[in-house]
């Protein structure tokens, strides 16, 4: 997922059977592979580097996407900007390790609390989706600005270190009192700037090291001396904030691929199955029929900036895709939905149909991707947490995780497709379950609910 043009990690990949990569940044996951080691010293440079950050702050995705209110998206989140700080300071990138510092007190200082999320767009907390005063991990971010990153603590197995990183601008004597490890409590006093420490004294007694020990007892005295060095000038990506264009919807037409005029929207390129196989400045592309493929779409902006691809739309050879309804092997649900096949849909939730059963015979050896038509009306697409997830076995056995997220707020009769899970299958009879097992709990913990319309099967 390195992007080496961009400087930094892809946000994710996404699609259904054939995955391509987002070029987006995504802020924690970014911070997150450089403080948990996954990027290397010079890519953690160029990471800290390459990543756009707004002028409120490094926002959770970059760039944004249109039509879609402040949450995660266009938000600025002080616990991610934490996050970023301290992936700053281990990058050694003293002005991204300033600009975090300000990105988290100017809104504390202005709204009088620690808010969860801010606009990029301006840095206001009015105007996004869900918001909180006093919000434990914004809050914890703050502090852990001056213990993690300018007193630089770290919790041993056996003992507590200090790694502190103090910008040159923050000169001068800095102070933590009655901090609280184990059975000790410790006076810390911090003299100087950088990221080196020339001396290390507890109780007044050189240290040869950077510690105490976790069997410390009682109240103690630690003065931690920096040598003043300054950093190496290391640059950062701030630009104002950037919304890409919408992604196109697209459908097929006899042997045509169709798609709305993206507005801003100059050109697009086409993609079968995952690869690129065409660009146009029109809104629509022909295509060969009869032969299974996935095709996507992907608008430009008149500075190349691409938009997300559209949702995956399949041409299916019918003698290779099995679609099966789900009520033909499973209780058909009385609710008064609409949109579904056959006769009807089954509902799973925590109570009712935890483990759906699906009787299929496979014609063919060969590799396969089965997913699911469902509907998931519990919540909008950008918050809420009541993703439906449930195990894929075989035959008794765990080949994957199927999702069903949320399509929206009561939209039952709005049904799409599940993820796909892909595996080989070999000419013979099998019983396909969709399952709700206890590690499938979702953040919401007691709504975990869907309607399921068919299984599909295709033949890669």
Known sequence: MWLPEKGYYAQFIYGRNHKIVSPRSEALGEALCILFGIANTQKSASIIASVPQTEFGISCIFPQIPNIPPYHNNAVWPFVQTYWALASAKAGNENAVIESIKSIYRPAALFLTNKENFVADNGDYAGTQINSSNMLWSLSGNIALIQKLIFGIRFETDSLTFQPFVPSIYSGLKTLKNFAYRKAVLDIQL??????????????????????PANILGKHQILIKLNNRPFSPKSIKKNYNYTTVAAPQIKLEKNSLTWNTVEAAVSYKILLNGLLIGNTNSNSYPIIANKYGEYQVIAMDKKQVPSFASEPIALYNNKTTLVIDAELSNPISNLKYQGFNGKGFVETSKTVNSILLFPVEIMKDGMYAIDFRYANGNGPTNTENKCAIRSLLINDEAKGTIILPQR??????????????????????????LSLKDFNDNMNLEINQAMIDQIRITKL
């Open 408 to 433: 929206g707020v009561k939209e039952w009769s709005n049904w799409g497709f599940s993820n796909s899970v892909q595996l080989s299958l070999k000419k013979g009879q099998y019983q396909i379950q």
């Open 191 to 212: 003299e100087g700037t950088g990221n080196t420490i020339q001396s290390f004294l507890v109780d007044g007694i050189v240290q040869a090291g950077n510690k105490v």
